[in-house]
């Protein structure tokens, strides 16, 4: 059973006609009709999450020590035209047409606060329309190994060295009668991706080479984008694209590339060209339903380009992430785990600035610290500072005219004969 017949059969995509008819009046007005759905459920959404704030769709590159990042994604592509090699379109024979979906998944484990390493794979299900047949594949055509280092964090800009090895699991063999899910070839990508994040929005981009085995040309990538910012959710934009820096090694034969994919690909250059260019545009929503769960919807369309298909791309992305399940820091020496957050998502706060007025009159030596004397650390509080003495207090003495008189030399007229007087004591006792 082909693709087309099984979402028939199932009823659960609107887009059947769209396989069969290809890019008829009716086939838009139901991409009219999906679209209108998922506005409205957008829309929605949005309402619902209004009053929550989670964290931003994460790139793929995240830094924070001993995180797990578990994604899978679904891509659609459809195309019933090819760019030719001078860069004009041209339509497939008759009413053929090739579409593609790609399943693929990826973990990516944050090892250290600066490195991450990622594995994954991809299953390819094709199927190619000519008059004379109809063709479905599907094979498990790609394993993916990756490696990506924070070279440099400066300020709100980040750079980031990043390597992928991308191992084919199905080689192409010129004889098949089946359609082609893959280009057969091994691929090595080395790139550079630098980051900028201000408070409300997002620019990235990316440049880097595609080696590519049996005989298929070296590929330079590029790409940039810009992404804006909201409480609950973001929009963002971006335009990639490639083009052949060697030539393929059938370039002086580009007929026999074309056999095999005239003959089991409807024509189409999706896969197999020689010396192929594109660019290609996106736009994407990301949608944070819970701090760990997050999800992303594309759409794209291919601008320009030569020797390879023109079409649309329609994709969806889910991401689970797990904090802290254990780094290689721990092993060596460090803390392990929660390291520091060097990614995009969190929108920056600038930071408050302040500067205390000290011309106000006041001698500033007033309030200048002062340190400590190394040597007084470990000494008791009583060697430092002297207890003092306690200061007894001297009793009170009852002093008499008569003695105070006698004290300075003086007689007192008491002592005289004739005199004689009786002293009541009234003085207060000494306490």
Not at 72 to 98: C, E, H, K
Not at 189 to 206: D, H, M, S, V
Request: aromatic share 12%; with cysteine.
């Amino acid at each position: 059973m082909t693709m087309s017949g099984f979402f028939m059969d199932l009823d659960l995509c609107p887009l059947h006609s769209f396989y069969k008819l290809g890019y008829t009046d009716l086939a838009m007005k139901k991409i009219k009709k999906l679209f209108l759905m998922l506005t409205y459920f957008f829309m929605i959404f949005v309402l619902l999450m209004k009053e929550q704030s989670f964290a931003l769709l994460q790139p793929d590159q995240l830094y924070v020590e001993g995180r797990l990042d578990v994604q899978t994604s679904v891509d659609y592509f459809r195309t019933t035209t090819n760019f030719n090699s001078n860069g004009t379109t041209s339509s497939l024979p008759a009413n053929n047409y090739l579409q593609v979906i790609n399943l693929a998944s990826q973990v990516r484990w944050a090892a250290f606060e600066t490195l991450g390493f990622r594995f994954g794979g991809n299953m390819g299900f094709i199927e190619s329309s000519d008059l004379l047949a109809t063709r479905a594949n599907s094979a498990i055509n790609r394993l993916d190994f990756g490696i990506d280092y924070l070279s440099l964090k400066m300020h709100s800009w980040e750079a980031i060295l990043d390597f992928e090895y991308s191992h084919s699991l199905e080689p192409v063999d010129v004889n098949t009668d089946s359609a082609l899910t893959n280009s057969g070839a091994h691929e090595m990508k080395p790139q550079i991706i630098l980051r900028y994040q201000a408070p409300t929005y997002f620019l990235f981009g990316q440049t880097g080479i595609n080696y590519r085995t049996d005989g298929l040309s070296t590929l330079w990538n590029y790409g940039t984008g810009a992404e804006y910012l909201f409480d609950t959710f973001s929009l963002g934009a971006q335009l990639q694209g490639y083009m052949s820096v060697t030539d393929d090694s059938k370039i002086n034969q580009t007929s026999y590339r074309d056999f095999v994919t005239s003959r089991v690909n409807a024509g189409s250059k999706y896969y197999y060209s020689v010396n192929p260019g594109l660019i290609h545009t996106d736009v994407y929503v990301n949608l944070p339903f819970t701090e760990k769960l997050h999800m992303q919807l594309k759409a794209g369309y291919d601008l320009a380009g030569n020797n390879t298909a023109q079409g649309i791309l329609l994709a969806a992305l889910l991401r689970f992430s797990f904090d802290d399940v254990g780094s290689l820091s721990s092993h060596f020496g460090g803390s392990g785990g929660g390291g520091n957050q060097q990614d995009r998502p969190l929108p920056v706060v600038p930071e408050e600035r302040f500067k205390v007025e000290t011309n106000d009159g006041v001698n500033q030596k007033y309030f200048t610290p002062k340190d400590p004397i190394k040597e007084n650390y470990n000494k008791p509080t009583d060697q430092i500072l002297p207890v003092p003495k306690p200061v007894k207090k001297k009793k009170k003495k009852n002093v008499t005219l008569d003695s105070s008189l006698q004290k300075g030399g003086m007689k007192s007229p008491l002592s005289q004969p004739g005199y004689s007087i009786k002293l009541k004591r009234t003085g207060t006792k000494s306490k």
